[in-house]
């Protein structure tokens, strides 16, 4: 079914797994002072997995899954603890032994520079608000690409919406500011960011190919009502377009700034800023989807401001995961061919998709047929999209093992891995056997 270079992988997240959170001179970063000072965390990664003292177990399972490639985060206050400054060997040490031991397996590394986790000290001068923090990126990204020349697929940042919307929109997550202007030039930031990594990288004449992963979400409306679609279309907007346009296109959607500035007066953009985002589009786009959003009739559009477009999810069915999240594959199908038709059919790769399910904390072997529908479901609506000419090149899926599910703490589980969080013993569940088959057969079974 898939062509023979295609990358089977799975995913995860620094701060999901890895624990041992001032170990070894690594600095503070948003989410551990987040993690220790809001009441919205039900508990902290501070063990989480403890990925950090468990490297080689954990690789060796990945190896005996078969998966051709591991999407992994770097923490960047492991290697700058500051965020800037001096470097800190030890933080280093353990990424390159988690390279060298994936090498060795014959795992291709897939490496995600930000997943989330700025250094408290640059948050303290400001964040992602400042442009300074767009500079220290741009350090840190260069470093990291001269540090580790084997890596050929890089991920400047996952997810800007979460980041920049949730992050400082909502405050649902680290590091919990709530001002909707500020989101929205953190998220033009974010941007600035990834177009200079990518200058940095190009310029360095490195051989691989750098992008992001965008979380995006399918909108549909509920009936052909002229305010219904208006109203899916801004949503639209403003949870993918927004996104997805400045990093495959170099500009913000039609009419989209305007939007935006109307209602908030932000983000500040020059000209001099699109010329740089214009002139530095990625080599891929990464896929994060789980879901859709379908729009009700007599909903008015107005009322779907930046700030509440996370919660707009219908439940029309009973056919949810333990997220309360519907299980709607079309939607993955849908969104890739739109990639294709709209955005000049980029190198796509799927970078997260998974479930969560209710499933006991002890050690024990685990019974998870709802995950393998659900995969099983996914995977073949990523193909009817490839037969249709879409450039699917990888799929990941979320996640490698039970983790800490952020500010939701280890209840929810996504993992083909099971984790007792007390023994901290991994147990691979019946999906894990079932990705392995997958992956040897390149084919759904």
Known sequence: MFDNDFLWGSATAAYQIEGAWNKDGKGESIWDRFAHTSPRMKETGDVACDHYNRLEEDVKLMKEMGLKSYRFSFAWTRIFPKGTGEVNSDGLNFYKKLIELLENAEIVPFATLY?????????????????????????????????????????????????????????????????????????????????????????????????????????????????????AKMIDIGKNRWYLDPMLKGKYPEGGLDMMNNILGAPIVSESELKLMSENLPDFVGVNLYTRFLIKDGTDPMTFKPDNLSAKEVE??????????????????????????????????????????????????????????????????????????????GYFVWTLMDNLEWAEGTVPRFGLIHVDFDSLKRTPKKSYYHYKRIIENNDLL
């Open 115 to 231: 997943h989330w986790d700025l250094p408290q000290s640059l948050q303290d001068n400001g964040g992602w608000m400042e442009k300074s923090t767009i500079e220290a990126f741009k350090d840190y990204a260069k470093y990291m690409f001269n540090e580790f020349p084997t890596i050929k697929h890089w991920i400047t940042f996952n997810e800007p919406f979460v980041i920049s919307v949730l992050g400082h929109g909502t405050g649902t997550i680290a590091p919990g500011l709530s001002d909707i202007k500020v989101a929205y030039q953190v998220s033009h930031h974010l941007n600035l960011a990834h177009a200079l990594a990518i200058k940095e990288y190009r310029k360095g004449n490195f051989v691989g190919k750098i992008g992001a992963a965008i979380s995006l979400v399918t909108c549909y409306p509920e009936s052909n009502k002229p305010q219904t679609i208006q109203a």
């Open 316 to 393: 029309d069915s009973d056919n949810h995961t333990s997220m309360g999240w519907e299980i709607y594959p079309d939607a993955l199908e849908d969104m890739l061919l739109i990639l294709k038709n709209e955005y000049d059919n980029p190198d796509i790769y799927i970078t997260e998709n998974g479930a969560s399910f209710a499933e006991p904390r002890e050690s024990c072997y685990i019974e998870d047929d709802n995950r393998i529908d659900f995969l099983n479901q996914y995977i073949k609506a990523m193909k009817n999209a490839i037969d249709k000419g879409v450039n699917v090149k």
